[in-house]
């Protein structure tokens, strides 16, 4: 597995609550954009990351922020991890060609449930940021710096 900054990845050292007990840890990075990257407005942006320690049934969705706003944006339709450890690349690339120049915190969403799945899945669709997280939904965000002008 590459070494990464460690700005760029997440651990989690114990079990959420409600996701379960006995693991030690989960891992997700966001591997592109890569951190500090800067892009023109209109720009196709490849998103993938690395994973380990997912359970089966969740989804990790690439997620943005607009500097300091609170509005999450779903970026992709989600990835369900094929083994418990990986790698992958999202079926969307990131376009951001109508989006407000500026900086974005480019991160992952972890879903654990069907019903923060679906929320995050209908967010992607209809172009429409969340106020929140649903329930089920663990946000790591800031993995990514990202300057669009």
């Avoid at 790698?87 to 376009?95: D, G, I, L």
């Amino acid at each position: 597995m590459p070494r990464l900054p460690a700005e760029q990845t997440f651990f989690a050292v114990a079990s959420p609550a409600g996701i379960g007990t006995g693991q030690p840890f989960i891992l997700a990075s966001v591997m592109s954009p890569a951190n500090g990257s800067a892009v023109q407005r209109g720009a196709d942006i490849p998103l993938s990351g690395i994973y380990a320690n997912l359970q089966s049934g969740w989804r990790l969705f690439f997620v943005a922020q607009l500097g300091e706003e609170a509005a999450l944006s779903v970026l992709d339709e989600g990835y369900a991890p094929a083994a418990t450890s990986g790698a992958w690349n999202a079926a969307q690339r990131w376009t951001p060609s109508a989006v407000p120049l500026g900086i974005y915190y480019v991160g992952l969403a972890l879903a654990i449930t069907p019903e923060a799945i679906s929320v995050l899945q209908a967010a992607q669709r209809s172009s429409t940021p969340l106020a929140e997280a649903p329930v089920g939904c663990i946000v790591f965000g800031h993995l990514s710096v990202v300057r669009v002008s």
